[in-house]
């Protein structure tokens, strides 16, 4: 499974995009990248997911570098719900996720 | 459409007591996990249970036990319980379909675990 290397915190004002990065160079050619969050206390919630193409959906878009070691994901438009911890993760079939420390998205008014 | 469904929410134990914690799901997944969450750290994957009947160890196994008993069910047993083991537990389950590529994991709203 891929390491993926994202920074700690990052802040963003309400109605801005947040720009969320991963470096992920180890990630191999069969490994999708996804990205999860985490609100409060709460399970994990599945965002997004690619292998080589940008992805967009209701929630989010992804963004892969063409040699695929970095991405980043978008919010569009952040809204104070969007408050909460993001995680990069390289993986098979969404399967065997490895979860690191992630990176805590503070939206402020 | 309840998806995971852990129970319970919320348990004390005192060291050395033993513990099952209860997973169900209801969307026919195959794969199903259990993760614990300690302070400030990501989710680390304890064991895993790729189908019914079979179940594999994760990268913290040490303490515990797990039972796929269904398609459905995949318990946690904790047979001696230690204070490093005072966690937020997480159960999830995939479709695990290798024809399909969209599989995000489904995770329950956890179980909250404090070990005296």
């Known amino acids: 499974d891929a390491k993926t290397t994202q920074p700690p915190s990052m802040d963003c004002a309400e109605g801005r995009a947040a720009n969320l990065p991963c470096n992920h160079s180890t990630i191999s050619g069969n490994e999708y990248v996804y990205w999860y969050r985490q609100i409060h206390s709460q399970g994990p919630q599945y965002i997004i997911h690619?292998?080589?193409n940008n992805e967009t959906n209701e929630m989010a878009s992804l963004i892969i570098t063409e040699d695929r070691k970095s991405s980043t994901l978008i919010l569009p438009h952040a809204t104070l719900r969007d408050t909460a911890v993001y995680y990069c993760?390289?993986?098979?079939?969404?399967?065997?996720?490895?979860f690191g420390a992630g990176t805590i998205l503070r939206v402020k008014s | 459409n309840a998806g995971v469904t852990q129970t319970p929410k919320f348990q004390v134990l005192k060291t050395g007591q033993s513990m099952t914690l209860q997973c169900a799901q209801d969307?026919?997944?195959?794969?199903m996990y259990w993760y614990r969450q300690d302070p400030g750290m990501g989710l680390r994957l304890i064991y895993y249970?790729?189908?019914?009947?079979?179940?594999d160890k994760g990268e913290v196994p040490n303490g515990y036990n797990v039972s796929r008993l269904n398609k459905r069910e995949f318990s946690l047993r904790l047979e001696s319980a230690a204070p490093s083991q005072t966690s937020v537990y997480f159960c999830?389950?995939?479709?695990?379909?290798?024809?399909?590529?969209?599989?995000?994991?489904?995770f329950g709203d956890g179980t909250r675990l404090s070990i005296l």
């Open positions: 249970s790729a189908s019914e009947g079979t179940t």
């Open positions: 993760m390289g993986a098979k079939y969404g399967n065997k996720l490895v």
């Open positions: 690619g292998l080589k």
């Open positions: 999830a389950s995939t479709p695990l379909n290798r024809a399909v590529s969209n599989q995000p994991q489904h």
């Open positions: 969307m026919n997944h195959n794969s």
